[in-house]
């Protein structure tokens, strides 16, 4: 079975600091890695997404990742953060093969403030 | 092209009774897949269908059931409910099923009282 860890559940920041929201993974099997924001009241909006190729892997609104095998880890990373930025990241895992179901971390709130 | 639409966006309904939610997919997708989340529990897969059939099923109770229809459209059905089963429910839908990428509706948001 596959488990995703966030263990920041609460990020603050400034406007325009840079910021790394943290994501490691367990999984047995070969896996691929998203990363998800949640606005209020919204659904899922995928940021971006880890297949294979190369390891750096970048997103919509300046958003990248950088997936460590090693370290079974895909931090997601912003330079300047703005406050639109403010939300709900959600760190993804899914087997890369048959039928399957994206595994979630719990979450880690990005509080941008000015 | 449209997105996912999620109908109701808002429901409240009473302990016991039963409640269907409706995913219409993003047209030519044929995979469309349930999740709970819930505070406490985070986000949780429920189950997907692909081609009206049951693909892969999460572990919750029978009480919670769904169904695809040829249109792929689908509905999620919970019975019997519980204060517990107050979440915000979220739809997704893919081409395929085991496709790389997800859409997600906006969610309806069950209370239960």
């Known amino acids: 079975a596959q488990s995703v860890t966030q263990l920041d559940s609460q990020v603050p920041v400034f406007e325009e600091a840079p910021v790394e929201l943290r994501c490691n993974y367990s999984s047995s099997v070969s896996v691929y890695l998203f990363w998800y924001v949640q606005y209020p009241n919204q659904g899922l909006q995928l940021l971006l997404k880890?297949?294979?190729?190369?390891?750096l892997v970048k997103g919509i609104n300046g958003f990248e990742a950088e997936f460590n095998k090693s370290q079974t880890s895909f931090h997601l990373r912003k330079p300047s953060v703005h406050i639109s930025d403010t939300a709900e990241y959600f760190c993804?895992?899914?087997?890369?093969?048959?039928?399957?179901?994206?595994?979630f971390g719990t979450g880690t709130r990005l509080l941008v403030s000015p | 092209k449209a997105g996912v639409t999620q109908t109701p966006r808002y429901l409240i309904k009473t302990r016991g009774q039963q409640v269907t939610l409706s995913c219409s997919p993003i047209s030519g997708h044929r995979s469309v897949s349930w999740y709970q989340q819930t505070p406490g529990q985070g986000l949780q897969f429920l189950f997907e269908?692909?081609?009206?059939?049951?693909?892969n099923k999460g572990n919750f109770p029978g009480r919670f059931s769904g169904r695809q229809f040829s249109n792929s459209r689908s509905e999620m059905n919970v019975s019997t409910l519980e204060l517990g089963d107050s979440a915000l429910y979220l739809c997704?839908?893919?081409?395929?099923?085991?496709?790389?990428?997800?859409?997600f509706g906006q969610g309806t948001r069950l209370t239960v009282v």
């Open positions: 993804a895992v899914i087997k890369n093969t048959g039928f399957q179901k994206l595994v």
């Open positions: 997704a839908s893919s081409p395929t099923s085991g496709a790389t990428e997800a859409f």
């Open positions: 269908y692909f081609s009206e059939t049951q693909r």
């Open positions: 880890y297949l294979s190729g190369s390891t």
